[in-house]
């Protein structure tokens, strides 16, 4: 099984729920604390932690300009953490993403429905919903991991359809028809989930049906924004931080803690790290798919 995480996501996830806390680097640990979660609870033998280029540099925004532009900047100390973190990853041996121009969602995409191919599972870990449309439940799965009050959900096609009414491969169309106002992309005045689900079911009113299309270039314009299956992965460049098995970097790590403050007596995260690299490491060998299987090996 492969993971792929959303790692803005994630992070701005840890971040806000420790920022009150008077722990050092809430978020980084809270980070770390997810992985080793994630890790023990699905087994994965593989795992990227896929990030996002900056705002204004998206081709989303040079395509929309209107793309996330009402959005705030992150704190200051939100973008440190994301340093601090990125580097703590890559001394980990851990695998990441990034390529200018396109967010965590396109990289997300675009690898999942590669791994299609080899037929391996796939759980993708985000509360972004917009993933939604990349879950498919056979012949190769994927599906998406939601953080819940016990760990992290997984999300399957069964799942979707009791929440939308519609299968995921057409949460796209209804996305473009409705838009994304977190987004800043505009949809069809008048035209909510509801409606656009009947439309898209059949089952649409002659008035509701009418005021859709006449809105065609309206969506046309929004799938080219919203729909993750149409990212080609050739379209790509090449990751600025490093993809593939990667090393432990022991000393990096250790240093890396010292130089903030969080590594000795005050901090276990070192211990933590350590051992969640290890079981980590462990599955990738076995080819585990399960921790009973390490039992006696850690």
């Known amino acids: 099984m492969i993971v792929l995480i959303d790692g803005d996501h994630l992070l701005a996830r840890c971040y806000y729920a420790t920022s009150d806390s008077a722990a050092k680097y809430g978020g980084v640990r809270a980070f770390i604390s997810s992985l080793r979660r994630i890790i023990?609870?699905?087994?994965?033998?593989?795992?990227?932690?896929?990030?996002?280029?900056?705002?204004?540099?998206?081709?989303?925004?040079?395509?929309?300009?209107?793309?996330?532009?009402?959005?705030?900047?992150?704190?200051?100390?939100?973008?440190?953490?994301?340093?601090?973190?990125?580097?703590?990853l890559t001394s980990m041996g851990v695998s990441q993403t990034l390529c200018e121009g396109f967010e965590a969602d396109d990289v997300i995409a675009s690898l999942a429905l590669e791994t299609q191919k080899f037929h391996v599972p796939v759980g993708i870990v985000s509360g972004d919903h917009?993933?939604?449309?990349?879950?498919?439940?056979?012949?190769?799965?994927?599906?998406?991991?939601?953080?819940?009050?016990?760990?992290?959900?997984?999300?399957?096609?069964?799942?979707?359809?009791?929440?939308?009414?519609?299968?995921?491969?057409?949460?796209?169309h209804m996305m473009a028809m409705v838009g994304e106002k977190g987004d800043g992309i505009a949809g069809i005045p008048g035209i909510g989930k509801k409606r656009a689900v009947a439309y898209i079911k059949g089952e649409a009113t002659a008035a509701v049906k009418a005021t859709i299309e006449a809105h065609k270039e309206l969506i046309e314009q929004n799938l080219t924004l919203v729909d993750l299956r149409s990212i080609d992965m050739e379209e790509f460049p090449s990751s600025t931080l490093q993809v593939g098995h990667q090393p432990f970097r022991q000393k990096e790590v250790m240093k890396l803690l010292l130089s903030i403050g969080l590594f000795g007596k005050s901090s276990s995260l070192y211990y933590d790290i350590l051992s969640m690299m290890q079981v980590y490491y462990s599955i990738r060998e076995k080819k585990a798919v399960s921790i009973e299987e390490l039992t006696g090996e850690l």
């Not at 993933?131 to 997984?154: A, H, M, N, T, W």
């Open 40 to 88: 023990n609870d699905y087994v994965p033998q593989y795992v990227v932690v896929c990030w996002g280029d900056r705002r204004e540099k998206l081709w989303r925004r040079k395509q929309y300009p209107a793309y996330k532009a009402h959005r705030t900047s992150a704190p200051e100390e939100l973008v440190n953490q994301l340093v601090l973190l990125k580097q703590l």
């Open 130 to 172: 917009d993933l939604f449309q990349l879950i498919i439940d056979e012949p190769s799965p994927v599906f998406c991991l939601i953080p819940s009050s016990s760990g992290y959900r997984k999300i399957k096609t069964a799942d979707v359809v009791a929440k939308y009414g519609i299968e995921p491969s057409q949460l796209p």
